[in-house]
């Protein structure tokens, strides 16, 4: 509030509580500059519902005391507080790998409902975004993700195996790693292996294969259009 502000705030405040009025110009520029001090980062009033007159009357009608500017301040962080704890930070626009930047926009977001700038965002980020066809939502459930779809992209060049797998879901195409691999044994969920056999006939190597072996792939296939069959 600026000092305009600041005087208008007062002179409500006289009308509710006579006891706080001042009428030497002496003293009521004093009363301005004590408040003004104290409140000169609290706003007026906010679009999401936030009042200093409010604060000032909330105080006269609930305390024997006439209202400091400390118990305006009160009030409002207590509004700003109880602000933030219905936030969910939202998905940041800046690259996720310029942490800098990453970190300044969520921080820069929280600071901005604090102040009461911007509202909150009351949304739980998992539900927000585009919806997602229920039968390719089980499958994704199946698979376990539950990181926002936007982000789980930018991620899957590090993960190319999820990737995959979450592409054939959204895709409708078979996934491989549902089933067992018959060739290489390599179990449900698990990437298939390359398997060198020593002259002894011990295991050489075992080494993860970029892609399935194709009689998995099959099983898949045969796998997927018994599950579409049966429903
Ligand atoms: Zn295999």
């Not at 118990?71 to 509004?79: F, G, L, N, S, T």
């Not at 779809?149 to 195409?173: D, I, Q, Y």
């Not at 295991?203 to 294969?209: E, I």
Request: glycine letters at 6%; hydrophobic letters at 35%; charged letters at 30%.
């Amino acid at each position: 509030m600026d000092r305009r502000e600041i005087a208008g705030l007062l002179a409500y405040m006289g009308r509710v509580d006579p006891r706080t009025r001042r009428t030497d110009p002496g003293e009521l520029r004093d009363q301005v500059d004590q408040w003004q001090e104290l409140l000169g980062d609290v706003p007026l009033n906010t679009e999401s519902g936030w009042d200093a007159r409010t604060a000032v009357r909330t105080h006269a009608v609930s305390s024997p005391y006439p209202a400091l500017p400390v118990d305006v301040a009160r009030q409002w962080h207590k509004h700003s507080a109880d602000r933030l704890a219905r936030h969910t930070d939202p998905l940041p626009s800046a690259d996720p790998d310029d942490v800098e930047s990453w970190r300044a926009e969520l921080l820069g977001t929280r600071q901005a409902v604090l102040t009461g700038q911007r509202p909150p965002n009351e949304q739980r980020a998992i539900t927000s975004g585009a919806t997602v066809d229920p039968a390719v939502e089980a499958r994704l459930r199946a698979i376990g993700s539950v990181i926002p779809p936007k982000v789980r992209a930018e991620l899957s060049r590090f993960r190319p195996t999820r990737a995959a797998r979450e592409a054939a879901a959204v895709e409708g195409r078979p996934d491989p790693l549902a089933v067992r691999c018959e060739w290489c044994h390599a179990p449900a969920g698990e990437p298939c292996r390359n398997r060198r056999m020593g002259l002894d006939g011990d295991a050489r190597g075992n080494a993860r294969r970029a892609t399935p072996h194709p009689s998995r792939l099959d099983l898949a296939t045969a796998e997927l259009q018994r599950q579409e069959t049966a429903a």
